[in-house]
């Protein structure tokens, strides 16, 4: 993982004559709980970018839940209408008459994905790996009279192991889990303090599609997914086997029975056959190396690989702290008085850390919906990658947090859909470039959605191009830049060769088009969601008209394409129109809103993720945004509130930033499928739509991350929405800025005593610090 940015050549910046910050100390990170888990939403998520592990924490019967982030159903497909081009015509006149309800009910019946779409295979769907099964013997203790006593469970953010300990009949029995990030496996060590007290009887399963055998001394799952088309559905394989200390072990009925033993290390070796056919060799190879290695060198390596991402980052944040209190009695009482944790914030930030590095790595695949944990066959919305906000919220704090590398996995991905999406372009469009709408999966999924009143938004392709590009901005790797080129540049060919000219207006304006799973009222009464030039997709082709042109420029590539972006830019409509209600107007006309307190609030993002809207650059349209949040709400799913929060950290609002994420904190265990308010956050700290969406999670610690550091409007902004909570002091360092540089800073009531910045190499850099700007010129050592 060595790349440029980490470089040893340093630049240091200093605020005052100190030649070093503060030591910042070494909190211990930790999630802890009393009891165990008795829902899924209570367990402990563990994972290496490739596996997971979810362990419950029983005491009698414990349930381990396995993942694999490439197990998808499903397989690739064709499902464009390749005659839908050909209502275009047809499709604008309505549009340009206003009829708007006429023109979707036409792209329903046309201009939609043919065959089944998101609905079933082929398609598919993310889907739980399996459970791992450990039923508990206390030599005939009736664990129902007698209670365990001392009874923990505990994560530790700071080492990516998870432990379950608690005495029964005078034995302390401890339990610890990891997902490798060393030998690639998952590791469970069972102990108990007095000898030959332990016995077990493992066993695995998984809802469908599955069969267990026993080969010598391994127990095994295997099977084969639905694929809904002739090709073959996905294979996979879990094998588990025991390394004991005293005791026996046998094999009995598929299921792996240990007697006696005083330590047993179960390993767990996983994959399907997802780019990788040689998967059953390789999974026996894993699990080979992984039976000759000691435990304690397994787990040495382990936190060692894993704290080379998780240690560049340190953050303490105001004064208060209640570590003592259970993760879920303390979510409680800070969501009850946010003033009384400010260690929380921190450690939800963590966390967020934790999860990038859990969920995905370099050569596989991004976060999906869900991380790459699952407990069901059909998972919410397939557990897909959905391209109106959830994957790109899955990657906004990978760059501020110092984790740049982990933006890859989803550069891959959307490679990936350009050659299916050059088809889509020319099925519905006959438009140059690619295209992609709302949803997609591992197999380059890029027709619309089955319905058009959301299946047809084509944002999407643009707004992952501000992910790949902000990974360029972050890192300045020329390289990089070069390898994604054709994607950004095929995306700005689509939106080029489809804009027309809007009679009204004259503006160059997407058509049809809607704002992402929002609708609006008609004069007539009725609602409709297709339209022409909405906000965003105005907003993302400026961006990334931009961003292109300047690509050209770095590359020294495509004169002409850049003149002719550059003058199309003059013909789009601005980053923002002001209602005369005072608020950013979310379509090209001022339509009333069918629900005013709808959970996506698309139109601004040009304020974020974007630069468009600033408060110092556009006064007035980031005032209009203030009063479209005010109109909107706080409440939503916990996507929507971390989102709220990051377009008030943007708006230097760093009370209202941090009253949205102790909404977002709210306890919950809610598991219905919500689209409105009542988001929050479960006992385990993952967030709830409900039901679970790791978007919230990754939202809010960027939105944190966006409270105290910014970097979008060409210079590095310290503090730039604090709340009044975290005044009094605090510190962090490793956060980086836009220009690859690494920024440290210590701050005492509100104001900066100590900052350094770091970069690989020696240039100018505007900073403000205190509200007051420097230019400073870098010096290198």
């Known amino acids: 993982m060595s790349r440029p940015f980490f470089r040893k050549t340093l630049l240091i910046l200093l605020l005052s004559s100190a030649s070093a910050l503060p030591a910042l100390a070494q909190q211990p990170l930790r999630l802890w709980y009393r009891q165990p888990a008795t829902a899924w939403e209570e367990t402990i998520p563990l994972g290496n970018g490739r596996l997971g592990m979810m362990p419950d924490g029983q005491v009698r019967k414990e349930k381990i839940v396995l993942n694999d982030i490439t197990l998808w159903s499903g397989a690739p497909q064709d499902a464009n209408n390749y005659d839908a081009y050909k209502l275009l015509p047809q499709i604008r006149r309505l549009l340009a008459e206003h009829r708007n309800d006429e023109a979707q009910a036409l792209m329903d019946k046309s201009f939609v994905c043919t065959g089944k779409g998101s609905a079933d295979v082929p398609f598919g769907c993310f889907q739980v790996l399996g459970t791992l099964t450990l039923q508990y013997d206390y030599n005939n203790i009736d664990t129902t009279q007698l209670q365990p006593a001392k009874y923990e469970r505990e994560l530790l953010l700071n080492n990516a192991v998870a432990a379950t300990s608690f005495e029964l009949n005078g034995v302390t029995y401890t339990r610890e889990y990891f997902t490798s990030f060393g030998d690639d496996v998952g590791i469970v060590r069972l102990t108990a303090s007095k000898p030959g007290q332990l016995n077990i009887r493992v066993s695995i399963d998984r809802p469908e599609r599955f069969a267990v055998k026993t080969e ?12 809904g088309t002739d090709t073959p559905g996905m294979r996979y394989i879990a094998r588990v086997q025991a390394k004991l200390n005293g005791g026996t072990q046998a094999m009995e009925h598929n299921t792996l029975v240990i007697k006696n033993a005083t330590e047993a290390i179960l390993i767990l070796s996983m994959g399907t056959d997802f780019r990788n056919p040689g998967f059953m060799q390789k999974t026996q190879q894993l699990m080979a190396a992984a039976m000759k290695k000691s435990y304690a060198a397994q787990k040495q390596q382990h936190i060692t690989n894993y704290q080379q991402l998780f240690n560049r980052v340190q953050v303490q944040l105001g004064t208060t702290h209640a570590e003592q209190l259970p993760t879920d009695e303390r979510l409680a009482a800070f969501h009850e008085q946010p003033s009384s944790d400010d260690a929380l914030p921190a450690l939800f930030f963590q966390f967020g850390r934790y999860l990038s590095i859990s969920s995905t790595r370099v050569g596989l695949l991004p976060p999906n919906l869900q991380g790459l944990w699952a407990n069901q066959v059909q998972t919410p919305w397939n557990g897909d990658y959905h391209l109106d906000v959830n994957v790109q919220m899955n990657h906004w704090p990978v760059e501020v947090s110092n984790l740049p590398e982990l933006n890859l996995p989803l550069a891959d991905l959307i490679k990936g859909l350009v050659k299916p999406g050059e088809r889509t372009a020319k099925a519905y469009y006959n438009a140059d470039g690619w295209v992609a709408h709302v949803i997609t999966n591992v197999w380059g999924f890029t027709e619309p959605g089955e319905s058009a009143s959301w299946g047809v938004t084509k944002s999407g392709s643009g707004w992952v191009c501000n992910n790949l590009w902000e990974h360029y901005a972050f890192t300045n790797d020329k390289k990089y830049l070069q390898d994604i080129y054709p994607v950004l540049k095929g995306a700005a060919e689509f939106y080029s060769s489809m ?74 409509p601005p980053a923002g129109r002001i209602g005369s209600d005072g608020r950013l107007m979310e379509w090209l006309e001022e339509y009333k809103e069918a629900e005013p307190h709808h959970r996506h609030i698309s139109h601004l993002y040009g304020l974020f993720p974007a630069p468009l809207i600033t408060p110092d650059g556009t006064p007035e349209l980031a005032a209009a945004c203030r009063k479209t949040l005010e109109a909107r709400g706080d409440d939503g799913p916990s996507w929507s509130i971390a989102i709220k929060q990051l377009f008030w950290a943007r708006l230097h609002n760093g009370n209202r930033a941090y009253k949205l994420f102790a909404d977002l904190m709210k306890p919950t265990l809610k598991t219905n499928i919500n689209y409105g308010a009542g988001g929050g956050t479960y006992p385990n700290m993952l967030t709830a739509g409900p039901p679970y969406q790791i978007d919230g999670n990754f939202g809010g610690a960027a939105g944190l991350a966006e409270m105290l550091l910014q970097s979008h409007e060409g210079y590095i902004d310290l503090l730039p929405a604090i709340p009044d909570q975290w005044k009094a002091a605090g510190s962090v360092s490793g956060l980086k800025a836009r220009g690859n540089f690494t920024v440290s800073m210590t701050w005492k009531d509100g104001k900066i005593t100590h900052y350094t910045i770091t970069s690989p190499q020696p240039r100018k850099v505007k900073v403000k610090v205190n509200g007051e700007m420097k230019a400073v010129t870098a010096v290198k050592i």
């Open 499 to 572: 804009l027309v000219t809007d009679s009204a207006t004259g503006w160059l304006v997407t058509s049809p088009s809607s704002s992402p799973e929002n609708s609006f009222v008609m004069p007539n009464g009725k609602h409709a969601s297709i339209c022409v030039g909405p906000t965003i997709d105005n907003q993302i082709v400026r961006e990334l008209f931009t961003n292109v042109i300047t690509a050209t420029k770095v590359l020294n590539t495509d004169a002409a394409l850049r003149e002719k972006l550059a003058a199309q830019l003059q013909k789009v």
């Open 216 to 227: 010598g001394n391994e127990l095994q799952m295997y099977g084969q997914l639905k694929s």
